[in-house]
């Protein structure tokens, strides 16, 4: 398949997905919504593309907020706020019991190497260690972001202020290992969708271990390049794959920013295509491309929604279930 549905959906401002390749709903497991903003523009477009529900990172009381006006469309990760005088791990162990009472699934953490310009710790620092004993004793999932793409690491990052890319993840196993029946949630396939081989390393040796598909442009680029690598390990790990996007709700009306991403990961998961990505990607060298993994029907099915429902409790809406006004 072709560049001809880029421009029939750009056309129509990408509101006109095509029929899915799987019957069944799908669970958008990372995006960032926070109040006031759009967030009705990315409720429809999730709407548009049969997404149900959306996990919202937000601290919790606007995730509440969020949930109260969209009580079928938002499941809540929270997180707290950077800006405090009170220590971190104090604001988190006050935030996890909050968050458990109001029933969400995910605590998430900003771990990238750039937390190291906010924080005075690191994932694997012991002043932690409560945070996720507390986590643990409440049987809640673990979402982090732990490391950023090769070109960051290549073009933007000092390794001596930030480390080198493996420097990322044995703060990461130090947690897997502390808290084994904790589920971990590793966003942007782990931070390492350039480095197959790594990851199927880290979910041989850690079952507690899940990764997510959120960074539209991020995940397409670097999956997109090694498809075969990439199709035989999705067949090898859909049970520990979830879908996301990382869709950002702005403050400025921009609908299409929403609907061109859902658009985006339809067409690489369920297809074929190969056309010019309608995203923009500074980081691509030359025109940044899509091309589809066209995944079989049973992957979909599991990393649209299954992994999601039975590792991290978040209970599936099905897209083909009628609304009731």
Request: proline content about 10%.
């Amino acid at each position: 398949m072709h560049g001809q549905p880029l421009d029939e959906a750009n056309a129509a401002g990408f509101r006109t997905p095509p029929p899915h390749k799987v019957r069944g709903p799908i669970v958008d497991v990372h995006t960032h919504m926070t109040e006031p903003a759009t967030n009705h523009e990315l409720v429809e477009a999730a709407r548009i593309y049969g997404v149900g529900p959306i996990v919202a990172i937000t601290p919790l009381e606007e995730g509440l907020e969020l949930r109260a006006r969209y009580p079928d469309e938002i499941v809540i990760a929270a997180r707290e706020l950077w800006e405090s005088p009170v220590p971190f791990e104090q604001r988190m162990l006050r935030l996890i019991p909050r968050a458990h009472a109001a029933g969400a699934p995910l605590i998430k953490f900003w771990f990238a190497p750039r937390v190291r310009d906010r924080l005075p710790l690191l994932l694997d620092d012991r002043r932690l260690d409560p945070v996720f004993q507390a986590i643990a004793d409440h049987a809640l999932g673990v979402l982090v972001h732990v490391s950023d793409p090769d070109r960051w690491f290549e073009r933007k990052y000092d390794p001596a202020k930030y480390g080198t890319k493996p420097d990322q993840y044995p703060m990461l196993e130090t947690r897997l290992r502390q808290f084994p029946r904790t589920p971990f949630l590793a966003a942007h396939m782990g931070g390492d969708p350039e480095h197959l081989d790594h990851l199927d390393d880290l979910l041989e040796r850690y079952p507690n271990l899940y990764l997510d598909t959120s960074a539209t442009k991020w995940i397409v680029r670097e999956l997109g390049r090694q498809r075969e690598a990439a199709r035989a390990f999705f067949r090898r790990w859909a049970e520990r794959i979830c879908f996301g996007t990382d869709q950002v709700v702005l403050r400025e009306s921009d609908p299409v920013r929403y609907t061109v991403r859902y658009w985006v990961h339809q067409m690489f998961w369920e297809t074929d295509l190969v056309c010019p990505s309608p995203i923009p990607d500074p980081d691509a060298d030359g025109i940044p491309m899509l091309r589809g993994l066209d995944l079989p029907e049973d992957v979909l099915e599991q990393i649209y929604w299954k992994t999601a429902e039975r590792a991290f409790g978040i209970t599936a809406r099905s897209a083909l279930r009628p609304k009731t006004s």
